[in-house]
C-alpha cells in the first residue's frame, strides 16, 4: 500500500551520486519532491527526469527540493546525471527497502526484475507530512505535474 496525502514519510536513507547519505530526518524543514522511477538511461524515465531538469527554476524558487531514486547503484546514476545534465539530487535504493516503504514497488517489472521502483512522485512539506501522492502502475507513464505544481503552489499558500 503507498502512501496518502496526510501520512507521515517513513524512516528512509538513501544514498546520493555524491556519496552523501539522505534520510527521512535530513530532508525535514525544507519541502521535497521524491520522484521515483525504475531505471536510469530508459526512454520515459530520460523524458521525465529531463523535463524536472528544464523546469529546476520553478522548484527552486519555490524552495522545493527535488530527489530521484531509483534502484540502480550510484555509479549508474552519476553517469546518467551526468549524460542528461540533470540539476538535482540523484539517489540509490539499491537495496529495494525505500520504495517498498513508499508503497511504490513492483513484485515483478520486465524481464524477471523483482523490487525495481514504480514511477511514482510524493510531495513532502518541511514537517514530513505527504502533500501529493501518486504511484503509476504502468511504467509508461509521468506523474501528473500540473497536479504536483498545484501541490506545490498549496505549500506557499499554507506557509
Do not use: H, W
Not at 520515459?44 to 530527489?67: F, G, P, W
Not at 502533500?131 to 499558500?157: R, T, W
Amino acid at each position: 500500500m503507498s502512501l496518502s496525502i496526510g501520512s507521515k514519510v517513513p524512516a528512509f536513507t538513501v544514498v546520493d551520486t555524491e556519496k552523501q547519505t539522505i534520510t527521512n530526518e535530513t530532508i525535514k524543514g525544507q519541502a521535497t519532491l521524491i520522484l521515483f522511477f525504475p531505471a536510469a538511461f530508459t526512454g520515459v524515465c530520460t523524458k521525465e527526469l529531463c523535463s524536472v531538469r528544464d523546469d529546476i527554476a520553478k522548484y527552486n524558487s519555490a524552495k522545493v527540493n527535488v530527489i530521484g531514486i531509483s534502484t540502480d547503484t550510484i555509479f549508474t546514476l552519476g553517469k546518467y546525471k551526468e549524460e542528461q545534465g540533470l540539476n538535482f539530487t540523484l539517489a540509490s535504493d539499491y537495496n529495494k527497502e525505500v520504495c517498498g516503504a513508499f508503497g511504490s514497488q513492483y513484485v515483478e517489472f520486465v524481464l524477471g526484475m523483482k523490487g525495481t521502483a514504480k514511477r511514482s512522485a510524493f510531495l513532502i512539506d518541511a514537517e514530513g507530512v505527504v502533500k501529493y501522492a501518486e504511484v503509476l502502475e504502468s511504467a509508461g507513464d509521468i506523474p501528473n505535474f500540473e497536479a504536483i505544481n498545484a501541490a506545490i503552489e498549496g505549500l506557499a499558500v499554507n506557509a
